[in-house]
Every structure is written in C-alpha cells, then in structure tokens.
C-alpha cells in the first residue's frame, strides 16, 4: 500500500500550478478500489478531466489490465458523476476535446475505459475507480485541470 500526498504551498493563484496527477495500481473488489482525493482551493469551480484506463493501457504493453472500468466521483457519500465506458456517454466529444486541450493520450472510440469531464467547486473530493461487476486488473486513473476557455 502506498500513500502520496501532492501539495502546492504557493498562496498566489497565478503562480506555478498542477495540470494533472495519475497513479497507476492495481483495482480489486470491495475496499480494494482506488480512490485518489481531489481538493479543490480558491474561490471558483474548476473544470477537470477524471479518466480511468484500463484496456487502453495494453497498448503500452501493460499486462493484467482492469477490462471495463468504472469511476466515480464523489462529494463524501454522494455520487455527484460517474461513467462507464466514456465513448458512449453524452458528453464524449467534451471529454475527448479535453484531452486534446490538456495533453492527455487518445482513448479509443468504443474502448471500455471510463472518463469524465467534471466542474467542482472549491472542496474535498474522491475518484473511485473499481471494475464492472466483480473485475479486478492495473487501471490508470488521471485527474487533468482543464484550462478555461478565453477569448
């Protein structure tokens, strides 16, 4: 089991700041899911782009993939967004323009790997990423800070 915390200790908002944290683990069943905290500091929402690959990661030669993973985004108890299989879900051309915008590698259409596109206002957070049914395997899960769009 391993524990790492990230902080940015910088008070002025517009210095240096996170783009994205990931942690590739292995995703069982029960209590043995992963879930990484999310928090959000400042005054406003922020847009984030919360993937969970699993299958995907097979085309980096990772073996023992999470075949169909399932994430989740929670405020304490509540499930404030969830996904399973992203091409599929209203919101796929959002999530797939994020991950243009953000750097984040092409997950392919159809694939069963699981993405959202989030806005959290300043708080705590958890992902929980865990597999359909009762599949376990290696999932990456992702969380990118997508840039506001000016003009």
């Given at each position: 089991m391993t524990l790492l915390e990230l902080y940015d200790?910088?008070?002025?908002?517009?210095?240096?700041?996170?783009?994205?944290?990931?942690?590739?683990a292995q995703v069982g069943t029960g209590d043995n899911v992963l879930i990484p905290g999310i928090v959000v500091a400042g005054d406003s929402a922020q847009t984030f782009l919360i993937r969970?690959?699993?299958?995907?990661?097979?085309?980096?030669?990772?073996t023992g993939t999470l075949t169909d993973p399932v994430l989740e985004v929670l405020s304490g108890q509540s499930v404030l967004a969830n996904?399973?299989?992203?091409?599929?879900?209203?919101?796929?051309?959002?999530?797939?323009?994020?991950?243009?915008?953000?750097?984040?590698?092409?997950l392919p259409a159809g694939s069963a790997d699981a993405a959202l596109l989030v806005q959290l206002e300043p708080g705590v957070y958890t992902a929980r990423v865990s597999g359909a049914g009762t599949t376990a395997g290696k999932a990456l899960v992702e969380v990118y800070a997508v840039a506001p769009v000016t003009d």
């Open positions: 200790v910088n008070r002025d908002p517009s210095a240096n700041r996170l783009v994205n944290v990931s942690v590739r969970a690959v699993g299958p995907t990661l097979a085309d980096f030669g990772v996904n399973d299989n992203w091409s599929e879900a209203a919101e796929a051309d959002a999530v797939r323009a994020a991950a243009v915008s953000t750097g984040a590698f092409a």
